[in-house]
Antibody, heavy 119, light 108 residues
Framework: QVQLVQSGPEVKKPGSSVKVSCEAS????????INWVRQAPGQGLEWMGR????????NYAQKFQGRVTITADRSTGTAFMEVSSLRSEDTAVYYC????????????WGQGTTVTVSS | EIVMTQSPATLSVSPGERATLSCRAS??????LAWYQQKPGQAPRLLIY???TRATGIPARFSGSGSGTEFTLTISSVQSEDFAVYYC??????????FGQGTKLEIK
């Protein structure tokens, strides 16, 4: 069973950027999509976007278009999610999650990365 | 954007009782709906996909039903380990693949 291992917690200043990684155990992302979901403290889940590493195409929720960039390195089996122009409202736990295909849901999740934005 | 609305926000049940959680979509999502369970400090866990198919390793007491705009997650006999927050997510129209706001299942 593949596992997704995310990078460690981050503390950032407002206006800066953060890049979170998500590595697939075994070193391959296969032909699946990697989705990014965030959860602000005490709040629900929010889908941000996804990438299909096999074809290198990323799609974003309109809310995050232009401020979030999702990429993938197939050679290392790692996906990345970068958020720029950070503000306090971006303080959240960021999860990556795999989808075999849309119909099958997000079946494998990373452990989450806490990003704190504070001056 | 499709809006997913879950009800109730909080459901109080006693262990052994049946729990019924609802999820409504603002427009049809066919059967492209998943349910997740999340416990404090943990990542969500996939329970149901395709509206009614249990994911690998999910106990039979969890069942999903519905299509179009109305969906239900039923726990036939709630166990102590089932007290958590449950989310639905649609995969029919994107972006985004919207989540419901969650239902907290608590001990009565």
């Amino acid at each position: 069973q593949v596992q997704l291992v995310q990078s460690g917690p981050e503390v950032k200043k407002p206006g800066s950027s953060v890049k979170v990684s998500c590595e697939a155990s075994g070193g391959t992302l296969g032909s699946y999509s990697i989705n990014w979901v965030r959860q602000a403290p005490g709040q629900g889940l929010e889908w941000m976007g996804r990438i299909i590493p096999f074809v290198g195409i990323a799609n974003y929720a309109q809310k995050f278009q232009g401020r979030v960039t999702i990429t993938a390195d197939r050679s290392t089996g790692t996906a990345f999610m970068e958020v720029s122009s950070l503000r306090s409202e971006d303080t959240a736990v960021y999860y990556c999650a795999r989808a075999i295909s849309d119909y099958y849901g997000l079946d494998v999740w990373g452990q989450g990365t806490t990003v704190t934005v504070s001056s | 954007e499709i809006v997913m609305t879950q009800s109730p926000a909080t459901l109080s049940v006693s262990p052994g009782e049946r729990a019924t959680l609802s999820c409504r979509a603002s427009q049809s999502v066919s059967s492209n709906l998943a349910w997740y369970q999340q416990k404090p400090g943990q990542a969500p866990r996939l329970l149901i996909y395709g509206a009614s198919t249990r994911a690998t390793g999910i106990p039979a007491r969890f069942s999903g039903s519905g299509s179009g705009t109305e969906f239900t997650l039923t726990i036939s006999s709630v166990q102590s380990e089932d007290f958590a927050v449950y989310y639905c997510q649609q995969f029919n129209n994107w972006p985004p693949y919207t989540f419901g706001q969650g239902t907290k299942l608590e001990i009565k």
